[in-house]
């Protein structure tokens, strides 16, 4: 199938064809018709491109004359037109002379042939076995001489049209960079041999099918050329036409990669577009066909060339030659003519063959160069002979070059080194054909020649042949040598005798700082989707979380998966199950992606429907797995489990469920990071780095070693490293490759293993000759297997990871080393476990005794079900499955060996998910550089103290290792531990046969481990002398610095087998002698006796140092070569099969791109091929392609993913709940005890309603009983007596606000909610609906007069076009009149009659302002009184609300200021409505004149219910409940004689409430916080404008000496929410001088006038307030605790502290005023005082010897008059110091005070 084009030739379609071709001809005299192959191949080729979606451009009829047409300009055609012979066609329609041939007619029947015409037979690749042969005319075929037919002429005339190369030009690879997009599972290749077609290797950047047009004659393929080349050529088409071949097409591979490579790089960057691309030109062919040679000659003999590499190096090229036109269009503007590009002589095509030629000459021919004059074909052929003739041996890289077309090429390359052709050809299958290409090649036996060829290798017979004989000889006695209990060891006991280690310990499950951290990191995303106006995601709708989990088909990681759902308590958290949940339980969370998963999916999708108000999240874990699309597959209707993901994660249902939330998870998010992907970068989570600059970010104990890590290990500088590779393995699969051709590698190289692992285990078993057949690697990992387990008092060993991706091929070598371990009676000693993704794990019954033990299960029937499960088991896990399913591998894992992964998957997801099994935390209490030192040089040390052969080591290597420094030599070592040899028989003898040298029946390898040392002595040894013994070198003190915990021994140093001493002795006693001072051969111990180190388990290693990695060479060197920016070069590999790079003209990626970076590359430069799931999402990055609900956590594998998104579902669940949850202010009243105690109380305790004649001899409170007000001053009545230890101690006040107690409380359906609140009843209340446009309003100015201030006032409405209904305007020019009042007599219960204005500041998205559940959908205005420079971002936040903005003369005004212009603008607008409403006839006492003022923190509201006995009687029952505001509303609004109240107000909720104070239903005292406000009654009343704290106080005592009633109702309650910010703590005092960042203390808030005091940022108001507050005992000295003498306040309350008691006064004429007859005061405050306070007035009252006085006014000289006018001076003393102001600057308007004492 070597020419598998899509265009095949039919039968009747070639009639077809010919026909019309013919007959164009023959009717046209100035067109020359159509090549037939080109109609042939071309329009077929078209219809593919048109069912891949390709977009084309309209220039078919030029292209047709660039490839076969004469130009107006050319020359006359050469060919003579004859009349048409006899017998041709001249009607339309079919040739009536043609029909369907076969050679078997041909030679039985005559053929009558018309004059003119010949009999042309055309080969099919499609059908084999039949030759298609139709009657030409002569004149459409070359003459005799090989001159051009008509069909064939070419125009010679300066710039030619553009060829077709394989596909149009116009197919979208072009300017957009894009690859054409192919229906198929991936591009498909054109290979021979293969029966189907095979898909792309991932060796290049593949794509679709490009038929090209071949031209020519075929080339023969020779027969036997895979057995003469010994590996299959892979020709690689390059550019122009590319000729047929036939024959033997099963021994060659064609492939288009390059073709497509060069067509890519030559469509310039879509970037450049925009400023005139056309100027600069896309890289020549030549110059490409030039790179790749300069390429090609550069690869070392075992690299393979790679299609990134050469995009890249074409780009570099491409860049280098246009920098100076590239950097003028990136700085100037796109210009109508651009300038000429540089004129550097470019490469002709006449020069091209012998530049190349040059270019191959220095490279001892690796790279030939073969020049054809007339075709490919030729040199085709040329390079068939000299393969087979044998002249390309040395050659890798055959280059074909005809340069004979003018000002054109043809070319390609063919890989003919056995090496890269037999790699490039096995990239190309797809995993399922090269898993049924070894299936087939162990199916029929092929192997089996393998098989016989290793039985020649070993000189005493068949391995197997020698097992048996060693079995039968050794049967029943050998077993006691090893058996761990046959040595004593130094172990600890435990109490009932059983050995115990102290290593094994199996982690309990926590949650790491790094997983919080992920954790709050998602929940934060998952609030920001929530957040966003777009209204995905309504979090304050749900009341639980719930999950499902959704993993590959692994049975482990299933497991694995319900084993950390269950141990993480994440299901009793959220609620989803009680104490004691089976484990059928658990199983409903996780979901395997198999053929039974759609039922339990739809049962998730039936749940998430039926429960609304559950947050499902659906968590894709191992999210890169399985990304096959559902729709564009072909196989899906017929196989279910193909796209399954698709189908079930992208199903309608999910993306369109507002509850369901999709997490993926992936440690390799590549391909879900593409131009079409669903998920928002914005919604990307990646672990966070550990370090920042240096430094820690999180603490944690344990530090993660991934593949960034274990390349470390491979610079210099480091210890051992941890990846490495094996040489004498890879040397003996090169040499069985060439040996065995047709074998796909992956056999060879897993058999080759096989046999090396049976060997090394015979050798340490006691045969140590077999130490030939394997390698130093193999040979470590089989000791330390062994031996492990005897170096713990527990036998604990370690487990060895064996990975064979291909499962026939696991079972292959599961069955012969079972059968090898059970000849060696091994079987008790380590176990062999099958680990494939479909089964679970079996492991033998006398293991899983022990494990049972180790991990103290008493439960007979436990098996393990997990790999973490196996800690301390010593195994050979052989680890099967195309890819790893993110199963966890425990921590005694030592060795992974990956030296069978498939070397052709070069992607980097394949590549790092396999380095990712080695991924492992190491403890961070050891530093890492001294523990990996020490104990890698361990593993080190027994594999070379057993290689003692110094005479044939050096032999090969001596002569090189004498060169290098002492650390290149160790360097050069630990890459590669047999660098030594690469024959298989050199590798053998390199690891030496010491048979001679061991004492007989001693078992070899039998020796316990000693520490090593960590050398200095490495560096000092002789530079010819050999490394490999440094087990045994360097003094015993190095034991005691480096192991701390063991006594150091004269013999420590040594191997306690006769072996080891004569290594000893012989190759380092030079050393010993001078360094140790005892000599090595005086401490040799007996024969049969072991000296043990204190034992050391190997789970003590392992907490220190990560596995050791085995990997192939190539996948070696790909791992560890970085570019200029230390990038691994694997990094920038394609990121996944299923995406291919969206054009050439890529960036690199640099080390320095974090995750996010990385994201935002692949999203830019790759697209999902067709066969992806994303392949539909066409959004290409547009905001809407997106889906809002969808996530990706991203982390390093086996980082701890699962428990960061288990901790995630945890915080979610907590916050949902928080969510419904608030904190609210829950203290008990303060000054309980000094409740006046009348004769008076509110009796009549059923009143729905105060009764207004009992309600008027009710006493009025004076005392504050809101605790808020704790620290606030006390206000005297005559009433009470007060001790003043009744009075506690007062708070600091920063720790006011911190230290007021709160309770957590579920929120009703009646509260109050902030910004965060969204859900469908109250979208519309919002304005934030999607189907509504985000509400309209308009600005509305509305003036009023006010005398006090003197001027007019001037305010500003924002009123939504939703909300004008509740406004009169004017007709016309609607101009706002007022705002309409409902009447008194109204009875609706529809709406709520008071307007509410809640006055806020700094609480734009935390106060709650949304009413809508609160008053219970109920009709109702609500106000927002806001500061001018707030109303933009309350207007953002609240556009449905109505504004009122205050003048910017108070913007750093309190309070008082918006409750003084609140009440007079509802006064202004009563008088309005009454003169309005007058007209209609209405009285103007009818109009309703209440108004509320709600704080922007009452989230609820209660009602107590009360159940008595009777009217008198004192028992009686209570109960509270909470209900709605307009509940509340409406029933004082229906109050009886309500207009006869001023002020109304609720009691502040608390927990603590006690029966006293709801028994009396009302109660006439202080309100706060929620008032109902009579502007008709108070008209006289006044807020102060001027006021920080304690306004309400203030007014209330205003309001009750004014005569007027206020009425608390005790059965009613407001909670208030605890909002922290915003509100009075949105005023910070700080100095006005910038640099000064010293806090100011309230002492600092007042200075004397005229001093050099800092002056502070503050309204001079709210610093007096504030410094009374902390120090006015320094003006009432007498004050301070002197509750029976208390200052006398004139007309104001100010708050002077807790600690001093006040007396209010008002004097105003007719004011309701305490009795003060009987009093002494000890002091008097008068604060701005009016003209209503006179001399007379004050000589009323009585004061104590040398009480204090302070007088408060806005200057000096009104200090000066208020002396005067009240003559002060006659009773008080003052002082000239004794003048204060506040700490403002003038322009501040300070306020000033003085004091004096009474006379």
Not at 833 to 846: E, W, Y
Request: overall charge negative.
């Amino acid at each position: 199938m070597g020419n598998s084009y899509a265009g095949q030739l039919k039968t009747t379609r070639f009639e077809e064809v010919l026909h019309n071709s013919i007959e164009a001809s023959l009717r046209s005299n100035n067109l020359v018709p159509r090549p037939i192959f080109s109609q042939l191949y071309l329009e077929a080729e078209q219809q593919l491109a048109a069912l891949e979606g390709g977009s084309r451009v309209d220039n078919e009829e030029e292209e047709e004359e660039g490839e076969g047409g004469l130009e107006t300009n050319s020359p006359p055609n050469p060919f003579q037109l004859h009349p048409p012979p006899e017998g041709c066609c001249t009607t339309d329609g079919f040739c009536q002379a043609g029909k369907d041939l076969r050679l078997v007619s041909i030679s039985n029947e005559p053929i009558d042939v018309p004059v003119g015409f010949l009999l042309v037979g055309a080969k099919s690749p499609s059908l084999p076995d039949h030759l298609l042969v139709c009657a030409v005319d002569k004149r459409f075929l070359p003459d005799d001489n090989g001159h051009n037919a008509l069909l064939g002429i070419l125009s010679n005339s300066g710039p030619p049209k553009k060829r077709h190369k394989g596909w149009s030009p116009e197919s979208p690879s072009a300017p957009d960079g894009g690859y054409p997009q192919g229906g198929g599972n991936r591009a498909k290749y054109e290979s021979a041999g293969v029966s189907c077609v095979p898909q792309v290797g991932l060796v290049g950047p593949a794509s679709v099918t490009f038929p090209v047009v071949a031209s020519g004659e075929p080339v023969s393929v020779p027969d036997n050329l895979l057995k003469i080349c010994k590996a299959k050529p892979v020709i690689f088409k390059g550019h122009g036409n590319f000729p047929y071949l036939c024959g033997n097409l099963n021994d060659v591979v064609v492939s288009p990669l390059l073709y497509t490579c060069y067509q890519n790089s030559q469509s310039v960057s879509r970037a450049y577009e925009q400023y005139g691309a056309s100027a600069i030109q896309p890289i020549s062919e030549e110059m490409q066909l030039l790179l790749t040679v300069y390429y090609l000659v550069q690869l070392a003999a075992d690299q393979v060339p790679l299609m990134e590499d050469l995009e890249q190096i074409f780009l570099r090229s491409w860049r280098e030659s246009h920098l100076t036109e590239i950097r003028q269009y990136q700085q100037a503007p796109p210009q109508p003519f651009p300038p000429a590009p540089s004129a550097a002589a470019p490469v002709t095509s006449a020069q091209l063959p012998w530049l190349a030629s040059l270019a191959a000459s220095s490279c001892n021919d690796s790279v030939h160069v073969i020049e054809c004059a007339y075709s490919l074909a030729e040199g085709l052929s040329e390079m068939f002979r000299l393969l087979v003739e044998g002249k390309l041996a040395k050659t890798n890289y055959v280059v074909i070059i005809c340069a004979c077309r003018s000002a054109a090429i043809d070319s390609c390359i063919a890989v003919t080194g056995k090496y890269q052709a037999r790699i490039l050809s096995e990239s190309l299958l797809t995993p399922a054909e090269y898993q049924k290409e070894v299936n087939y090649e162990l199916v029929t036996g092929k192997v089996d020649s393998l098989g016989a060829f290793f039985s020649t290798l070993c000189p005493e017979g068949d391995i197997d042949i020698l097992l048996d004989k060693f079995h039968q000889e050794n049967q029943g006695h050998i077993s006691s040598s090893l058996t761990a209990s046959s040595v004593t060891k130094a172990a600890s006991l435990d109490v009932s005798g059983t050995p115990v280690c102290t290593s094994y310990h199996l982690e309990p499950h926590s949650i790491r700082p790094f997983q919080l951290a992920v954790a709050q990191k998602l929940l934060s995303h998952v609030c920001s989707i929530a957040d966003s106006s777009t209204q995905n995601l309504d979090l304050g709708s749900f009341e639980k979380v719930d999950f499902l989990i959704c993993i590959p088909p692994s049975e482990v990681t299933y497991q694995q998966t319900l084993f950390h759902v269950w141990h993480s308590g994440v299901l009793l958290e959220l609620g989803l199950e009680k104490e004691h949940m089976t484990k059928q339980r658990v199983e409903q969370y996780v979901l395997k992606l198999d053929a039974e998963a759609q039922t339990k999916f739809k049962a998730f999708l039936q749940n998430s429907f039926q429960n609304p108000h559950t947050l499902f999240v659906l968590i894709h874990d191992h999210a890169h797995w399985d990304l096959v699309s559902a729709v564009h597959n072909l196989y899906s209707q017929s196989d279910p489990s193909v796209g399954l993901v698709d189908r079930l994660l992208n199903c309608r249902e999910v993306k369109e469920a507002p509850n369901i939330v999709t997490l993926h998870v992936t440690s390799f998010p590549y391909a879900l990071q593409t131009q079409h992907t669903l998920i928002s970068p914005y919604n990307e989570i990646h672990w966070p780095a550990s370090c920042s600059n240096g430094v820690d970010l999180y603490h944690e104990n344990k530090k993660y070693f991934g593949l960034s890590e274990f390349i470390e290990s491979t610079l210099s500088g480091h210890s051992l490293p941890l990846l490495r590779y094996d040489s004498s393995f890879e040397a003996m699969v090169t040499a069985l490759g060439k040996r065995f051709p047709r074998l796909h590698s992956a056999v060879i190289r897993t058999f080759v293993l096989v046999q090396h692992y049976a060997a090394a285990l015979m050798a340490v078993s006691g045969l140590p000759q077999m130490k030939n057949y394997t390698s130093v690697e193999t040979l470590e990992i089989t000791q330390n297997l062994l031996n492990s387990p005897k170096q713990c008092p527990c036998g604990h060993g370690l487990m060895v990871l064996l990975r064979v991706p291909c499962s026939p091929l696991a079972a292959v070598a599961y069955e012969r080393l079972a059968h090898v371990r059970a000849r060696l009676a091994l079987e008790e000693h380590f176990e062999i476990i099958l680990g494939s993704p479909s089964s679970g794990v079996t492991v033998g019954k006398h293991f899983v005794k022990q494990l049972r033990m180790w991990q103290k299960i008493e439960d007979v029937e436990w098996r393990p079900q997990t790999y973490l499960e196996l800690e301390g088991l010593p195994c050979i896990l052989i680890f099967s499955g195309m890819d790893p399913h993110g199963e966890s591998l425990p921590r005694s894992l030592r060795y992974c060996d990956l030296r069978l992964i498939n070397s052709s998957c070069l992607v980097r997801t394949a590549l790092e998910q396999e380095l990712g099994l080695a991924a492992y935390f190491v403890s961070n209490e050891v530093p890492l550089e001294k523990g990996a030192r020490n104990e890698a040089l361990e593993s080190d040390a027994e594999k070379l103290s057993s290689t003692d052969n110094e005479d044939e080591e050096l032999g090969t290597e001596g002569s090189t290792l004498e060169k290098r420094s002492p650390m290149k030599r160790e360097r050069s070592h630990s890459h590669d531990s047999a660098s030594s040899s690469l024959s298989s028989k050199a590798s053998g003898s390199a690891l030496g046969g010491e048979s001679s040298a061991q004492p007989t029946g001693l078992p070899q390898g039998e020796h316990a481990r000693s520490p090593q040392p960590c050398g200095p002595t490495e560096e000092g040894r002789a530079p010819g002398e050999k490394q490999r013994p440094r087990a045994s070198q360097g003094p015993p003190s190095a034991i005691s610095r480096h192991s701390p915990g063991l006594t150091p021994q004269p013999d420590c140093s040594l191997k306690t087998s006769q072996r080891s001493v004569q290594v000893s002795v012989t190759s380092s006693c030079s050393q010993l002698s001078s360094s140790s001072g005892s000599s090595s051969s005086s401490v040799a111990p007996a024969a049969g006796m072991w000296v043990l180190q204190a034992s050391q388990c190997s789970l003590t290693k392992a907490c220190r140092q990560p596995p050791i990695v085995f990997l192939p060479k190539l996948v070696y060197d790909m791992v560890v070569s970085t570019d200029s920016s230390g990038l691994p070069k694997a990094a920038s590999l394609l990121p996944s099969p299923s995406v291919m790079w969206a054009s050439s003209f890529r960036p690199l990626l640099s080390k320095t791109m974090t995750s996010t970076e990385q994201s935002l590359y692949y999203r830019q430069w790759t697209v999902p091929r067709p066969n992806h799931m994303d392949y539909g999402n066409r959004a290409e990055g547009r905001v809407d392609g997106f889906h809002p609900r969808r996530l990706l956590l991203s982390g390093p594998p086996q980082i701890g993913k699962t428990g960061a998104y288990l901790q995630f579902l945890s915080v979610l669940s907590r916050m949902l709940v928080r969510l419904t949850e608030v904190d609210v202010y829950d203290e008990e009243e303060i000054n309980i005890n000094l409740r006046e105690e009348s004769d008076w109380h509110y009796l009549q305790l059923s009143d729905p309603w105060p009764d207004l004649e009992l309600f008027k001899k009710l006493p009025f409170d004076y005392i504050i009983h809101d605790p808020k007000y704790e620290d606030a001053s006390l206000i005297c009545s005559h009433y009470q007596s007060i001790k003043s230890e009744d009075r506690g101690m007062s708070r600091k006040p920063e720790d006011l606000y911190v230290r007021r107690q709160t309770a957590r409380m579920r929120l009703s359906k009646y509260a109050a909610y902030n910004t965060y609140h969204h859900c469908e009843q109250c979208h519309q209340y919002m304005g934030f609906h999607p189907r509504y446009q985000l509400y309209e309003s308009t600005l509305h100015a509305f003036a009023f007069s006010y005398s006090m201030l003197g001027e007019e006032i001037q305010l500003h409405f924002i009123i939504p076009k939703s909300k004008e209904h509740h406004f009169v305007f004017s007709q016309p020019g609607g101009q706002l009149e007022s705002m309409r009042l409902p009447l008194v007599t109204d009875k609706s219960h529809e709406y709520i009659k008071s307007p509410t204005f809640t006055p806020t500041t700094g609480r734009h998205e935390h106060g709650l302002f949304n009413l809508y559940h609160a008053m219970d959908g109920a009709s109702h205005l609500h106000v927002l009184v806001v500061k001018e420079y707030e109303m933009a971002i309350y207007k953002k936040y609240w556009p449905n609300h109505i504004m009122l903005v205050l003048p910017s003369i108070f913007n750093s005004a309190g309070v008082g200021a918006a409750h003084f212009l609140i009440k007079e603008l509802s006064y202004h607008n009563l008088e309005l409505e009454r003169n309005r409403q007058e007209e209609l006839g209405i009285k103007p006492q009818d109009i309703w004149p209440f108004i509320v003022i709600s704080d922007d923190s009452c989230v609820m509201w209660n009602v107590v219910d009360v159940d008595s006995a009777g009217e008198r009687s004192r028992e009686f029952s209570w109960s509270e409940r909470n209900v709605s505001l307009k509940h509340i509303m409406q029933h004082i609004e229906a109050a009886p004689n309500i207009t006869h109240y001023a002020l109304l107000g609720l009691r502040k909720w608390s927990s603590k409430t006690r029966a006293s104070e709801v028994r009396e239903p009302f109660s006439r005292c202080h309100v706060h916080n929620f008032i109902i406000l009579n502007v008709d009654l108070t008209q006289n009343v006044q807020y102060n404008q001027n006021r920080f704290l304690c306004d309400d106080v203030d007014f209330n005592l205003r309001v009750h000496s004014a005569g007027l009633l206020l009425c608390r109702f005790n059965r009613f309650s407001v909670m208030k929410k605890q909002i922290v910010v915003g509100g009075h703590r949105s005023f910070h005092i700080t100095s006005k001088v910038s640099d000064n960042s010293a806090a100011v203390v309230p002492a600092q808030y007042i200075c004397a006038p005229d001093s050099k005091h800092t002056f502070l940022a503050a309204p001079a108001q709210l610093l007096l307030e504030k410094f009374l507050q902390h120090h006015s005992h320094h003006f009432f000295p007498l004050s301070l605790k002197n509750h029976d003498h208390p200052v006398l306040s004139v007309d104001c309350y100010l708050n002077l502290g807790s600690q001093i008691s006040v007396c209010y006064v008002s004097s105003r004429p007719h004011s309701l005023n305490i009795s003060c007859s009987d009093l002494l005061f000890s002091g008097l405050l008068l604060y701005l005082c009016d003209s209503f306070v006179g001399a007379s007035f004050l000589k009323k009252f009585h004061f104590l010897k040398g009480a204090t006085l302070c007088v408060i006014c806005q200057d000096r000289s009104s200090l000066r008059q208020t002396v005067v006018r009240l003559e002060l001076e006659d009773e008080w003393q003052f002082r000239l110091r004794d003048e204060f102001q506040t700490a403002n600057a003038r322009e501040d308007r300070p306020l000033f005070f003085l004091t004096g004492r009474h006379i």
